[in-house]
Nanobody, 130 residues
Framework: QVQLVESGGGLVQAGGSLRLSCAAS???????????MGWFRQAPGKDREIVAA????????YYPDSVKGRFTISRDNVKNTVFLQMNSLKPEDTGVYYC????????????????????WGQGTQVTVSS
């Protein structure tokens, strides 16, 4: 069994910052450093979308244009945790943010679609007020 637990969401004004954390644990999740990790968000009435992804060793990261330059994903393979630093937040960043893990490698040869990830957290709400 794998557990991904997100934290750090909340209400922030436009232009502000938040840092999300996702702690991984579980008997199946014996080696965090083998898993690529991603952060996704879902706004009401919209599909779940990728906002950041990082390869298992951290050498490769992916960001869609909508967050590039504002969001930074990082990971601590000793503490089994992945982070999402979000700066210059906009109202359109509002949504439930999910952490996800996948056993298959992540590289610039593939797009990190939600259906390629194996494990998901329960989500944390981020609300950006204008």
């Amino acid at each position: 069994q794998v557990q991904l637990v997100e934290s750090g969401g909340g209400l922030v004004q436009a232009g502000g910052s938040l840092r999300l954390s996702c702690a991984a644990s579980g008997r199946t999740f014996t080696t965090f450093s083998l898993y690529a990790m991603g952060w996704f968000r879902q706004a009401p009435g919209k599909d779940r979308e990728i906002v950041a992804a990082i390869s298992n060793g951290g050498a490769y990261t992916y960001y869609p244009d909508s967050v590039k330059g504002r969001f930074t994903i990082s990971r601590d393979n000793v503490k089994n945790t992945v982070f999402l630093q979000m700066n210059s937040l906009k109202p359109e960043d509002t949504g439930v943010y999910y952490c996800a893990a996948r056993a298959s490698p992540l590289s610039d040869r593939d797009y990190p679609r939600p259906d390629t990830f194996d494990y998901w957290g329960q989500g944390t709400q981020v609300t950006v007020s204008s």
